[in-house]
């Protein structure tokens, strides 16, 4: 026979002893949703028409009995500040921090109200213990770093090397909290409003509290951890007889003092004398042998994703009436969607049904993402300094993409290209709002700060409007727009009541953002189900009272269940156990109560934990599981589950050169196509790049650059140097020292005009203001030019024949058949001088190229160790230049700009010094035999495109996930 549950057993005692008087009783529950269970029991138990009971929760009895209205939690932060302002300013205080730097520090100071009010502590003995100089020495190190930040922005004073400064600004503030505690309650009397815990407080000291009540008219249900008002309150209640109580308990943990789980039912019964309608020695736990199985997960999602593996055949065999008896509790809440998506969609060949009590929270939903871009984008306009406003290019492109906004795929393309092609960082908010619709709306500055709300409202109400009217919109989405609208309209009520106070400069950007953020985030509506049927999805605090034959629990791990860390609180430790304060010792007698009463009465039993260690999880299961299998009758069946990975092994890619690549190949061989050399080097050090890039022409997104990238920087400094020499050799291509010198003061405005139409791909010049990184990178190519200037001082005078000089060869190679082939081999020279009768090819290098080599031969293969990639390409452009103007011993110069300080320019090795002379001449008939080899083996058909062994010569390759490498 299966237990009964504790609700089944409240209601059977209350009819016992109550019968057809329940109307005249009033059952009150910790939380709302134990009463549609209680009121199932009670049908099934009366079985006949009855006048039902009244259901409260002990929050709306508090407020019912009370004359006061509840201050809402933004109320509450505006009278504490207003009170504390008023304080500082009667003691004179030389600062007065504005609303936004009280906020943090407010949001504890209310806190420790809170608790001190729930626990009925007298506030100004509690303040005149924390002032105690002595009590500050000695526990002055309870203060986290984050306190500590609060503080500093507070009292602007805080400083590693002011300790004692520090200490003297904590007391002070404490010497005021007891005024600060009466003129902050004066304050809400005033308005007829105060604070739920004060409601608390305030009903406990009634001395006629119950007085009107009938005999035992009052019903307690399941209530563990009482403050000292709610024991004031409760024992009060009891001793005039108006009041019963019904504690959910086990002697297994009841009975033993060490056993956390029990540590509040114990002092409700025995220290303060409630008395327990049930029986006190009723034992679940050790009642029969149970299962307990525990499943050891690596990762998160990975719980759930295991979860609709292990409930698949569970669910298979529970029948319709069991189903409602079968629960998925979330102690990690996070993993609500993970749950919901992996468990199974139908049963007994119909939809599943689920109930959901959790709610979809809007914190969740995408609508939550475009309030915080759109209150982003305030942020920064309030930062801009200037006129015309402007809008990071990030901020557009998720814009743009957002689900809600609507954009068709066709504009978000002509956006995205227009960010590209300008390469705009920071686009002017005109660019933007001139779409007009939503675009207007989200890209309008808000020009006060009081009326961001207002601001956000219209556009709740135009993206709405518009996704109606295309019937895009779900039911639940529909709800939460509905609900998000009716919690900022009466956000702004609230803060038009309080803002008004304040001048517009006291209001800052962030305070008003945090505070919209935070309002948002409660916001929640239901998803799915209907209560008590079908299979539940809850959290672990809506399970309370509940109980379930057939339990799944999921993130039970140490630092979830119990929680890690405590809130906030400028109490120490110490004087919180001195004077009955919550500590973090209650928050895990809380976790353990609530774990046990949910495990005691169920007979199937999963717990499932992330065993994965990272900045989220512990990777270690709760201590009470651990509990459980020492000190219990359950016997733990611990699994280690991993989700199934099939990888394939990892292999280099080869392509072979069929058809259709033999197909693009003959268009080098047609001269349809030209061989650069930085194809030719590419081929070189990994083929299969020669493939991707050359033939299947795949090429990187382009995208907005917000730095300067390395390659950019090359191009700006050819472009400037291209128009300094072009501007000297306009009418005579002699270069000498003068009219090198007699155009510097120049340089500063050429190299801007080359960045400029660089960075953003104008086609004609257009004044930009640079910024940041953009002022960088001109100072650093201004002393690349620098450097580039005082080696050309050293050898004037001397022509420049060609600047940014193209020119092609065509180039007759034996191909793998044994005919004669030709292709077109071409490239670019920055620079080509003459002095006395001999050519030189300049080429600039901004990056880390080399200029010394070790043997000539071994930079024709990529499997050696180092390859002169320059140098073959620089052999290269004299081979073209010498081919097509018939001219010999052109001389190789490489101007690596980053070790240039020692005037380097030409290339070397250690056995036979400057590649120059008769040697070079001889590297040049090599590069030749070479250059006939490599046209070979690239155009065999029988040779594919393979990567290199060597994972060095693809590190940069924008392929590499394509073809496999490391």
Not at 201 to 227: C, T
Request: glycine residues 4%; aromatic residues 12%.
């Amino acid at each position: 026979m299966a237990m009964q549950s504790f609700l089944e057993e409240v209601a059977q005692d209350i009819w016992e002893k109550k019968g057809l008087n329940l109307h005249q009783c009033a059952i009150l529950f910790n939380n709302k949703r134990p009463a549609d269970y209680f009121k199932r029991h009670l049908a099934a138990l009366i079985k006949k028409p009855f006048w039902s009971p009244k259901f409260y929760t002990i929050q709306e009895f508090i407020a019912d009995s009370n004359a006061y209205q509840i201050a809402d939690t933004h109320t509450q932060l505006f009278t504490l500040y207003d009170a504390y302002i008023e304080l500082l300013k009667k003691e004179a205080a030389s600062y007065i921090p504005s609303i936004s730097q009280f906020q943090s520090i407010g949001q504890i100071i209310l806190s420790d109200f809170a608790q001190i009010d729930m626990e009925m502590v007298d506030a100004p003995q509690l303040f005149l213990a924390l002032e105690d100089i002595a009590t500050i020495n000695e526990r002055f190190d309870f203060l986290s770093d984050e306190q500590k930040l609060f503080l500093n922005q507070f009292w602007s004073a805080y400083d590693a090397g002011k300790h004692q400064k520090m200490q003297q600004n904590f007391m002070a503030m404490w010497h005021r909290m007891p005024a600060l505690y009466a003129l902050f309650y004066e304050k809400l009397a005033a308005q007829n409003l105060s604070t739920s815990a004060k409601m608390y407080r305030l009903l406990a000291e009634r001395a006629d509290l119950g007085d009107e009540l009938a005999d035992n008219s009052l019903i307690f249900v399941g209530f563990n951890a009482l403050s000292k008002s709610e024991v004031k309150i409760f024992t009060s209640l009891q001793t005039k007889g108006k009041a019963l109580f019904y504690f959910d308990t086990d002697s297994y943990y009841l009975e033993d003092d060490l056993q956390e789980a029990g540590f509040f039912v114990r002092k409700n019964i025995q220290q303060y004398g409630l008395i327990n309608q049930l029986a006190n020695d009723r034992s679940f736990i050790k009642v029969k042998k149970r299962v307990l199985n525990v499943f050891k997960i690596q990762g998160d999602t990975a719980q759930a994703k295991v979860l609709g593996e292990v409930i698949q055949p569970f669910l298979t065999n529970v029948g319709q009436d069991s189903m409602s008896d079968t629960a998925i509790v979330l102690a990690n809440e996070s993993l609500l969607f993970p749950v919901l998506q992996s468990i199974p969609t139908t049963w007994d060949g119909q939809e599943l049904p689920v109930n959901v009590t959790m709610g979809m929270a809007f914190k969740n939903s995408s609508l939550y993402g475009l309030v915080e871009l759109w209150l982003e984008t305030q942020i920064n306009y309030r930062k801009q300094g200037f006129e015309v406003k402007c809008i990071h290019y990030k901020i557009i492109q998720a814009f743009a993409s957002h689900p809600l906004i609507g954009i068709s795929e066709k504009l978000r393309e002509k956006i995205s290209t227009a960010l590209v092609k300008q390469q705009y960082v920071d686009v002017p908010a005109d660019k933007m709002t001139q779409f007009g619709g939503l675009a207007l709306l989200f890209f309008k500055e808000v020009p006060t700060v009081s009326n961001y709300v207002q601001g956000l409202i219209e556009l709740f109400e135009a993206v709405l409007a518009r996704e109606l009217a295309n019937r895009r919109l779900k039911e639940i989405e529909s709800n939460l727009f509905i609900a998000a609208i009716k919690e900022l309209n009466r956000l702004q009520d609230n803060l038009k009541a309080h803002l008004v106070r304040y001048a517009e400069s006291e209001i800052e950007v962030s305070f008003i953002s945090s505070i919209i953020l935070k309002s948002l985030q409660n916001v929640a509506v239901p998803l799915s189900g209907e209560a008590t049927q079908g299979l539940q999805v809850m959290g672990l605090l809506e399970s309370r009272n509940l109980n379930f034959k057939n339990l799944f629990v999921l993130g039970a791990n140490e630092g979830i269940m119990p929680k890690g860390a405590a809130s906030s609180s400028f109490i120490p430790e110490s004087l919180r156990l001195a004077y009955g304060l919550p500590i973090l010792a209650y928050q895990d007698a809380i976790s353990a109560y609530m774990f046990y009463r949910l495990i005691q009465r169920a007979e199937n039993i999963h717990v499932f934990y992330n065993a994965q260690t990272d900045e989220k999880s512990t990777g270690e299961r709760s201590r009470f599981i651990a509990q459980l299998a020492y000190e219990s009758g359950f016997e733990l069946v611990e699994k280690e589950l991993q989700l199934t990975v099939i990888t394939e092994p990892k292999e280099l890619l080869s392509i072979p050169k069929d058809d259709k690549v033999q197909a693009a190949l003959s268009d080098y061989l047609n001269l349809k196509k030209v061989l650069s050399a930085s194809a030719f080097t590419t081929y070189i050090l990994n083929p299969v790049d020669f493939f991707f890039r050359y033939l299947a022409k795949l090429e990187e997104p382009k995208i907005v650059k917000e730095q300067v990238e390395a390659n950019m920087v090359g191009n700006i400094l050819h472009a400037a140097m291209e128009e300094f020499y072009h501007t000297l050799t306009v009418s005579d291509p002699q270069i000498t020292a003068s009219k090198i010198q007699g155009l510097i003061p120049e340089l500063d405005a050429i190299i801007k005009r080359c960045t400029i139409q660089k960075i953003y791909e104008l086609e004609k010049y257009e004044e930009v203001q640079l910024k940041g990184l953009q002022k960088v990178v001109v100072a650093i190519v201004r002393k690349y030019v620098d450097l580039i200037l005082k080696e050309d001082l050293k050898k004037v005078p001397f022509q420049i024949v060609k600047l940014e000089h193209k020119d092609n060869y065509i180039h007759s190679f034996k191909g793998p058949d044994g005919s004669f082939k030709q292709i077109k081999l071409f490239g670019i020279f920055d620079r080509i001088d003459l002095k006395d009768g001999v050519y030189s090819i300049i080429d600039y290098k901004t990056g880390s190229d080399e200029l010394k080599f070790t043997s000539i031969e071994d930079n024709y293969n990529a499997e050696q160790k180092s390859i002169n990639k320059a140098l073959l390409q620089t052999l290269f452009y004299a081979y073209i230049y010498e081919k097509s103007k018939g001219i010999e011993q052109v001389q190789l110069n490489l101007y690596v700009l980053k070790k240039m300080k020692n005037g380097e320019v030409h290339f070397t090795n250690k056995s036979q010094g400057i590649l120059s002379g008769p040697h070079l001449e001889e590297v040049k008939t090599g590069f030749v035999g070479h250059l006939d080899r490599i046209l070979n083996e690239l155009f065999n058909p029988d040779v594919p495109f393979k990567a290199s062994a060597k994972a060095s010569n693809y590190v940069h390759s924008i392929y590499k996930d394509l073809f496999g490498g490391v």
